[in-house]
Structures are given as C-alpha cells and as structure tokens.
C-alpha cells in the first residue's frame, strides 16, 4: 500500500489538480486509496464471501502520526452503499467526516469518496470498519494506528516490534445472511469461529479443528519486547485473550496510557482496543498458543469458538502441542472481570498526545450538568419487526444526514427529544436525537436490562470510565465513582443486570453517535446521536460541510453525478494515473522552487 507524505502546502499544489483541495493547519499528510470490494475466502476452511480492502482480508493499516492530515480514498465496489468509520478518531469539528449514516448520506456502489480529516492531538490503537447494513461482519475493517509525536516520549522504552491482532467472532455466513436472520425476529446462533487476523484456528484438536486451516503465526525472536495491539472488531462476542506462559502487560487503551499492570489473559468486549507489552521470555522449548475464547458462556458447548494462533519463537525446539492455557473459570461470575475492567486506570503523570500529563484534566473536580440514563432492554417487537431499544427508542436514521439537513433548512428529518430518562415508555421507532449543550458537562449511565453483555461507544469524544456496578444506577452510587485516574477512553463494556457510568466534556461540536459495539443490537436500532451545537457559531467551532459532500435523502435533487468512478476504473490503473500526474506536478514544482 502506498502512502506519501507531504506538507500540506506542497500536498494542496500537487493535489489540487486531482481533487480539491481541503485547508487544514501545515501538518503533514498521509494518503490512502481504498478499494473496497468482495472476495472469496476460506477463514474457517469453508469458501465464503468477505469484504476486502485492496484485495486484502483484514485491510491495510492505516500508520499516522498526531495531527497529521488523513485523505482516505474510498472506492465502493461492494454491491450495496458503504460508509467506513472511524471510531476514536475525534473528528474535531468535524462530524462530516465520521462516516455514519446521521451525519453522512452513503458512498453509492461504483462510486468513490475521499474522507479528509485531522488526527488532533491523538495517539494511540484504532481501527475502521464499513458501519452500514451489517457489513463488518463480512470483515472491510483493519487497524488504525496513531503514533507519538517525536517530540513526546512513551511511558515505556520503545517496543522491538508492534505486532497487530484483530480478533473477534466470525459465521461463515456472510452480512445478508445474517442481516436476513436477524430481519426474521431470529437470533444469530453460536458463532463458527473466531478468526484472529482474518484467519481460523491453528489445529490444537483434531476434533475441534479441521485440518488444512490457515492460522495465524507471529515470529518473535527471544529476550525482545513487543507491543501488541489487539482489537476486538467482531460482531457480539466477548472474547479473554491470552498468550501460553507469558505476561501481558497493560499500557495502552483507545488513546490513553494505563497505569501498567501484568495480567494472564485479559477481557476484551466488542468494539475494544488494548496494548500489551509481551517480552519473550521464555525457552522455546515449543511454540506457544495465542488464544481468543469465548466469555461468559457455557465452555462445553462454545468449545469451537476459539481463536488460536501460534507464537512462534526463531529460537523454537518444535510446534505447540497439548491444551490451551486455561480461561478464566468463572462463567457465571462476573467479579473477576468487572474487577479486571475497573483495574484499568490512566496513568496521570504520562504525557499523551501532547507534553502535558493526561492527568492534568482535573475530571473529579467538574460539577455535572446533564445526566442522561440510557436503559438497553432485551429485544422487543414493534410493528411486527424485532427491535432494539435505548430508552424505549429504537433509532431509526434520518433520510437526510442531521447537520445537513439542518444546514439546508430540511424540517423534519430527526427530532431533539430523546429522553434523559428510560421513563417506562412503550417502546417504539423513532429519529429522536439527544439535545446536549455545548461545553457541557454531562454523565451518561448506561443501564443493561438485557440479559447479554454489551459494549456502547461514542463517536467524536473519549470519556472518563468513572465507574460500573450491579443492579439499578442510583444517585448514591457517584459516590463509588473514581474521580481521580479513571480511564479515558471511547468504548465501554457494560455488563448485564449491571451499570457503567461515564463522565464527557462536551467541548467538539457536531452530532455524534451514542451506540451498542454488538452489531446485533445496532443494527436492530440501540443507538442514537448527541447534537452538541455552540450558539454562537461563528464558523470557528464547527467545520463547514467539505467541497465533496454527499447529498440524498430531501437534499438527493443536489448531488451531481459522481464522474470519478461511475465508469468503474481499477484500483490500479487509478493509482498508477495519480501517481504519474504527482510526479509530473512534483518535478514541476520543484523546477519552479
Ligand atoms: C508508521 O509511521 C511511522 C512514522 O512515519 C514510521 O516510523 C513507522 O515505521 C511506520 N510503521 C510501519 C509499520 O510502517
Ligand atoms: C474520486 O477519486 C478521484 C481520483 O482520485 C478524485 O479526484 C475525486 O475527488 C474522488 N471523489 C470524491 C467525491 O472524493
Ligand atoms: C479434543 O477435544 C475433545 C472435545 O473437547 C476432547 O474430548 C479431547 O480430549 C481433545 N483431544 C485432545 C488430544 O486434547
Ligand atoms: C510484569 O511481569 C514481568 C515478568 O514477566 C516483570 O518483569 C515486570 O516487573 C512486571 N511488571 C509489573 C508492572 O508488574
Ligand atoms: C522450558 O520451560 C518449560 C516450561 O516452563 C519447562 O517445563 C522446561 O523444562 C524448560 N526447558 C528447558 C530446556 O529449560
Ligand atoms: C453446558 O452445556 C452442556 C451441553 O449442552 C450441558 O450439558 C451443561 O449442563 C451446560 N452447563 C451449564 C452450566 O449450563
Ligand atoms: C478456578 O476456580 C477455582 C475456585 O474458584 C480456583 O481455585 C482456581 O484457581 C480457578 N482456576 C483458574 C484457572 O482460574
Ligand atoms: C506512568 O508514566 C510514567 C512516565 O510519565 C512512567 O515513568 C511510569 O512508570 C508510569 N507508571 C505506571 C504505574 O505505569
Ligand atoms: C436544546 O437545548 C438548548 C439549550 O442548550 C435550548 O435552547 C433549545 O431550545 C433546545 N432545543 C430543543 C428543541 O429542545
Ligand atoms: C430489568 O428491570 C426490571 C425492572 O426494573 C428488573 O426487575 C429486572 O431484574 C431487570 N433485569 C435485568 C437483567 O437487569
């Protein structure tokens, strides 16, 4: 994958020519082109249909720097519309970027769409996925990663290698099946399989495991130290990660450094990322086991849903053999990993993104002054359709993006009445939308009267992690709240019968999505969006709507005909075109410098 970096001023001379241009401060740029498409793959020895990005199952990483300029050209070449996202990429200022269908009308197929956005004041482990129609449980997603400044150090001496896992449950269906079951009122089942990198178990039992898999394999080689990056981008299964003999030590979550403790396996919910330091410290008298199990389910019967890869030292004796480390056997007790969850604390004397400490936002010390009480239910029938409710309000998506219909005065397209409070209403669909004032400081209670375990994440902001117990949320549980080191981050576990409370600064304008990570439950409709507006925008605080914006829904009669690829080029044959008139614009410029 090729990616140039360059200055914006020289970026804008270059570029202007092949799209228009877009202003943002002098920061450098990277570059991507996307080609999104579907291709044939065997992840658990069975063919079936994935989404690629450039022909590749998981797609390209994405590799920038804070405050860099991101230009991702996307090229739809799936059959059905496509948006990808982003999510713990603040977007500041910026929700016309977040590639959700409140904020942005879809990338139609055969068409291609350049997202541009700044990467401000951000570090840290990311990935990006196709958020539309079920998609990311057909895969299009892969890992976003968001280095240091040169200029700031890490809280840990620099890694040897990082060494990236995308883990999470997989059906050898693909998404319209599974959207087709989930449409029917039916529940998905027990998952085939869970994939590490795009790939099935490695055959620890031949009879759990058919033979002529393709399994993940990692080379390490003895005494170093590595960071892995692991990200949960399945569909709704918690996962306990944990690698044969050696130690995970926690450093780093969704853009924020922990304080760094050793942990032997370590829970990962839907929508998570997590950096572990793992040094190779033992004797390879074999390879050693990577495995991804299945949580809070009954073993004997999700025995296959396992993902196990292969740590494989350059010094190693010989393969792995015998049974996986064990998992945590605590099924039906959720102490160990509600404690696990509340252990991870930021480190507040850490430098971020930027010199100062990630500590010295005083969070503890904010009076509140909005708390909204998100209640999840189990899924409910309404009109006849199974649904998914927050509040008793299962989202339905405005035909015409939020801000843009506001920005060209379309009425109607969503209402700002979401309740603060769940308020035993009969539950129904809805556009409705949460009013939240601009520099605000709000908590938000997520409350799961479900039976299963959920993630929830919010888009365009990191919150504080203050606190998450059993039973019903009250006023008096803020006083269990940690004020002082909770975690910054941007996806929450929330486990069931039980509460997570989370604190946010409402500092970045635009709307911006409040959703279960479970795909199952957001595609039947538990999300909804926070509008956060300055009222005195004075087009400083909020993006203008860029040059190459999408229109549909009551705008559709303004969208112009997408010339760039209505007639299908290649990936190629686009790339090598670009990069012929880059470097003819280049040598140009550089005749005139
Ligand atoms: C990511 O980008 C940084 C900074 O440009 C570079 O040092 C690093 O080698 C890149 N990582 C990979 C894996 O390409
Ligand atoms: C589509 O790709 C072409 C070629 O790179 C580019 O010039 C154009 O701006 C892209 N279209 C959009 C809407 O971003
Ligand atoms: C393989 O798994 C099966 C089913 O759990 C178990 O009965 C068997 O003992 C395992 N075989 C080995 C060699 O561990
Ligand atoms: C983590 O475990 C390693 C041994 O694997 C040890 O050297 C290190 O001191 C431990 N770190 C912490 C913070 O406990
Ligand atoms: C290597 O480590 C394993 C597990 O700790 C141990 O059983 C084995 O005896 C060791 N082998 C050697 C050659 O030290
Ligand atoms: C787990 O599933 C097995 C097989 O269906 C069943 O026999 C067992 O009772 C279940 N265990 C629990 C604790 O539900
Ligand atoms: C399993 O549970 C028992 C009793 O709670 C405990 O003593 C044991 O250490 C646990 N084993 C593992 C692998 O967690
Ligand atoms: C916190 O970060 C500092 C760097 O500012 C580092 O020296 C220290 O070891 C870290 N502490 C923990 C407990 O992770
Ligand atoms: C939204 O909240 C603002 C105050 O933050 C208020 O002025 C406005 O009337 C509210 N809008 C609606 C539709 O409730
Ligand atoms: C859901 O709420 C009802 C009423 O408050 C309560 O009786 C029930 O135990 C709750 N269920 C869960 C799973 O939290």
Redesign the pocket.
């Known amino acids: 994958m090729a990616s140039i970096s360059l200055t914006t001023s020289l970026f804008c001379l270059i570029f202007t020519a092949i799209f228009p241009c877009f202003t943002f401060a002098g920061d450098p740029y990277v570059f991507y082109d996307f080609r999104i498409s579907y291709i044939t793959a065997s992840p658990l020895g069975i063919p079936q249909q994935v989404i690629a990005v450039n022909e590749k199952f998981p797609g390209p990483f994405i590799n920038a720097t804070t405050n860099n300029n991101v230009a991702v050209n996307v090229w739809n070449h799936l059959d059905e519309d496509l948006l990808l996202t982003w999510p713990g990429i603040q977007m500041r200022r910026n929700s016309w970027q977040d590639g959700l269908l409140g904020n942005n009308c879809p990338i139609p197929p055969k068409w291609n769409w350049t997202y541009q956005f700044q990467v401000k004041d951000q570090i840290g482990s990311f990935f990006y996925f196709p958020s539309l129609n079920f998609q990311r449980a057909s895969g299009g997603f892969g890992p976003f990663i968001l280095n240091n400044r040169e200029v700031i150090p890490i809280p840990f001496p620099q890694p040897d290698g990082d060494i990236i896992m995308l883990i999470g449950d997989w059906y050898t269906q693909n998404h319209k099946a599974l959207r087709a079951t989930l449409d029917a009122g039916k529940d998905l089942g027990i998952p085939d399989g869970v994939l590490i990198n795009g790939k099935g178990p490695y055959q620890y039992n031949s009879t759990l495991v058919r033979s002529g898999i393709e399994y993940e394999s990692v080379p390490v080689d003895p005494g170093k130290t590595y960071r892995f990056r692991v990200h949960h981008v399945g569909i709704s299964t918690s996962l306990n990660f944990r690698i044969q003999n050696h130690n995970l030590l926690l450093v780093e979550t969704e853009g924020h450094y922990t304080v760094q403790q050793n942990f032997t396996d370590f829970d990962i919910h839907v929508g998570q990322s997590y950096s572990f330091l793992v040094t190779m410290d033992q004797n390879a008298s074999s390879d050693y086991y990577i495995v991804a199990s299945a949580r809070f389910v009954?073993?004997?019967?999700w025995e296959r849903v396992t993902g196990v890869a292969i740590l494989h030292y350059s010094n190693s004796k010989g393969p792995a053999t015998g049974p996986l480390p064990d998992p945590p056997n605590d099924?039906?007790d959720k102490d160990r990993s509600m404690n696990q969850a509340r252990s991870v604390r930021q480190n507040v004397t850490a430098s971020g993104a930027r010199p100062n400490p990630q500590g010295s936002f005083h969070y503890g010390q904010i009076t509140v002054t909005q708390t909204y009480l998100l209640e999840s239910a189990p899924l409910v029938t309404i009109n006849g359709s199974p649904r998914a409710t927050l509040n008793g309000i299962s989202f339905v998506n405005p035909d015409t993006p939020i801000r843009l219909a506001d920005q060209n005065n379309v009425k109607g397209a969503y209402k700002l009445d979401f309740p603060d409070r769940p308020f035993n209403r009969r539950p129904h669909t809805d556009r409705s939308v949460l009013n939240a004032t601009y520099k605000g400081f709000i908590e938000v209670v997520f409350q799961n009267n479900d039976t299963t375990m959920q993630s929830f994440h919010v888009n365009g902001y990191s919150f504080f992690v203050a606190g998450m117990g059993y039973g019903d949320w009250s006023e008096d549980k803020r006083g269990s709240y940690n004020k002082w080191d909770a975690i910054s981050r941007c996806t929450t576990q929330v486990y069931p019968g039980s509460w997570t409370a989370i604190l946010i600064s409402l500092d970045n304008v635009g709307t911006w999505n409040i959703r279960a990570e479970n795909l199952d439950r957001w595609y039947l409709g538990q999300e909804t969006y926070m509008k956060i507006i300055n009222p005195e925008e004075n087009g400083e605080t909020e993006m203008a709507p860029p040059s190459n914006v999408l229109y549909c829904g009551a705008l559709r009669s303004l969208q112009t005909q997408n010339r760039h690829s209505s007639g299908g080029p290649t990936f190629t044959g686009t790339w090598r075109f670009g990069n012929i008139l880059l470097m003819a614009l280049l040598g140009f410029i550089l005749i005139f410098y």
């Open positions: 009954n073993g004997s019967t099924t039906y």
